[in-house]
Each structure stands twice: as structure tokens, then as C-alpha cells.
């Protein structure tokens, strides 16, 4: 904003007519510098709302999250993991690559192996509903690259 407005004052200072053509020229530059100026900062105002109402989903996220995974813990045996959501780290003691998936119909938390995936069906243990995935190589390898980060 100053820097437009000490644009404004060397036009002035100068004496440029504003009738003439490059005077025309000067004070529409100013005037499309001055209309970029607020739009710039309007953007900026909805950014920076946006990224609020962002923190404040992600927060409720991250309580619905733990409201259902505490929910899931209090349902299963505690030596049964079969069906948390495996934030609190209880990943079987092998090396092997785990994913979550939600079943559908009952909404639990089910861990898949490389294995399972590659076969592309499992049976939910909540419910027994069978799920089928349709994953080829490419996909499970994006997979295995986004659990990595």
C-alpha cells in the first residue's frame, strides 16, 4: 500500500496530467496496483479463516477418532487386536506391512496384511461381512510410499 501511494505522490509531485496519454497510462496502472492490493488482501483474510475452520475439524477429527477407538477398545478383548484403529502402536511384533480399512456395515477397524490384499478379500470379524479389494501392484505400491511418510 505505501509503495502505491508514493506512486501516486510522484505523479502528483511531477505534475503528469492525467489527460494527457501517459498520464492515462500512469493512474490506470495505479488504479488496477490499488484494485490487486485489496483483492490480495481479501484472499489473505479468507486463507487465513480457512486455515482456522481446518484446525478446528481437525481437532474434532482427531476426538471423534479417539471417541470410537476407545469405544472399539472397551467392545474387544484387550489381547485382541484385531480390530483397533492402531494408533496406539499395537502392531504385531513381525515386520510385515499392516493397513486399516473400516468395514462398511458395521464400521470396525480391520487390519490387512500384503497378503490379504494381494488375495483382494477378507471376512470382516465384526460382523462377517466379506469385503473384496480390487488393488493391483501399482496401487499397493502407492500404498506401501504413503504409510512410509
Known sequence: ?????????????QDTDSASKEGKVYYAICEAL???LTYTQELEDRVAELEELCDILD??????????????DE????????????????MDDDDEEQYTAICPTCGKCI?????????????????GEELD????????ETLEADSAE
Do not use: Q, R, Y
Open 59 to 72: 481437532e474434532d477429527l482427531g476426538d471423534l477418532e479417539d471417541f470410537l477407538c476407545d469405544e472399539m
Open 1 to 13: 500500500m505505501d509503495k502505491i501511494a508514493f506512486l501516486k505522490g510522484l505523479l502528483a509531485g
Open 34 to 36: 490499488e484494485e490487486l
Open 75 to 90: 467392545d474387544d478383548d484387550e489381547d485382541d487386536c484385531s480390530s483397533c484403529c492402531c494408533t496406539s502402536g499395537c
Open 133 to 140: 479389494f480390487n488393488f493391483d501392484e501399482l496401487e499397493i
Open 111 to 127: 487390519i490387512l496384511d500384503e497378503e490379504t490384499l494381494e488375495e483382494g478379500e477378507t471376512v470382516c470379524p465384526g460382523c
